[in-house]
């Protein structure tokens, strides 16, 4: 199937979405959940697979699925078709804080290799698939386990990134150490491989974890400063162990505020 050849509009600043303009009889896809609104006269159609191609028969639509059931995603794709006689627009909304990063992929040599969820939209056209590490070290300690996701196609494609987005082109022989969460997206000649801290102490107490991501070019490579699963867990970290409602104040205020209601409660004999 040829590509779509879509126009967009990114808006918004740390909460972004993509508008993507498509002429009569364009059409892109979604990740399901991540429609923000779209125009009328333009039809809305879910199917079994990644929606890439003509899937033949019932085994390309199983394959399809599979694949996108591998990576962690629904195995349902959404297609957004303009069906009028003018241009029309539909929107993807980011799930979380951070930038959407547009992605040419026919600048790009025809395929780029990202994070599991860091897909958002597409033209149609662009075929969702995996890519498997090659190295052990890298599926076991590599952040992203064997899996991420493979785009393959010529057309443009979305994908979405916490924090702040950093863009780094990687000459040959030449190596980039990285939190293995900030990994966002690597062209495919790239290599991927994993470092030891290399010391037990910085291992333990430096907060970085065992492992880095080694990153050695050539190639282009995207690193986000805020993985979502650091944020979640500076999140868990914050709130309430024990259920109810945390105090806001320091911990002075805390024995203060304890001390009071003590007080109130026994009475002041002095």
């Known amino acids: 199937m040829a590509m779509d050849v879509v126009d967009y509009e990114i808006k918004g600043n740390e909460m972004q979405f993509v508008e993507v303009e498509l002429d009569p009889g364009e059409a892109a896809i ?6 923000m609104f779209m125009e009328s006269g333009i039809a809305m159609d879910t199917v079994f697979g990644d929606g890439s191609a003509n899937q033949g028969g019932l085994f390309g639509k199983l394959l399809g699925a599979g694949k996108r059931l591998i990576t962690g995603e629904s195995l349902f794709t959404t297609i ?18 951070g930038k959407i990063i547009p992605m040419d992929l026919r600048q ?12 958002l939209c597409a033209a149609r056209g662009v075929s969702l698939g995996i890519a498997f590490q090659k190295r052990l070290g ?7 386990g064997f899996i991420m996701e493979k785009l393959d196609g010529d057309g443009m494609a979305f994908v979405h990134a916490g924090g702040t987005i950093e863009r780094r082109t990687l000459a040959a022989g030449e190596t980039l150490y990285v939190d293995t969460g900030c990994v966002v997206a690597y062209t495919p000649s790239v290599d991927f491989d994993i470092q030891y801290v290399g010391k037990i102490k910085t291992a333990l107490f430096g907060g970085e974890g065992l492992f880095l991501a080694k990153l050695t070019g050539p190639g282009d490579i ?8 650091r944020l979640a867990s500076r999140i868990f970290a914050a709130a309430p162990q024990r259920g ?14 304890g001390g009071l209601l003590g007080g109130l409660i026994g009475g002041d004999d002095e």
């Open 80 to 97: 957004y078709t303009n069906q009028a006689q003018g241009k029309k627009r539909v929107a993807f909304a980011a799930p979380y804080a």
């Open 244 to 257: 109810g409602h945390k105090e806001e104040g320091s911990v002075l205020g805390g024995f203060a505020a």
């Open 30 to 35: 979604g990740e399901a959940g991540s429609m």
């Open 108 to 119: 790009l040599g025809g395929t780029l290799i990202c994070q599991k969820d860091a897909f």
């Open 138 to 144: 890298a599926g076991f300690f590599g952040g992203e």
């Open 222 to 229: 995207w690193l986000q400063s805020l993985p979502l699963s």
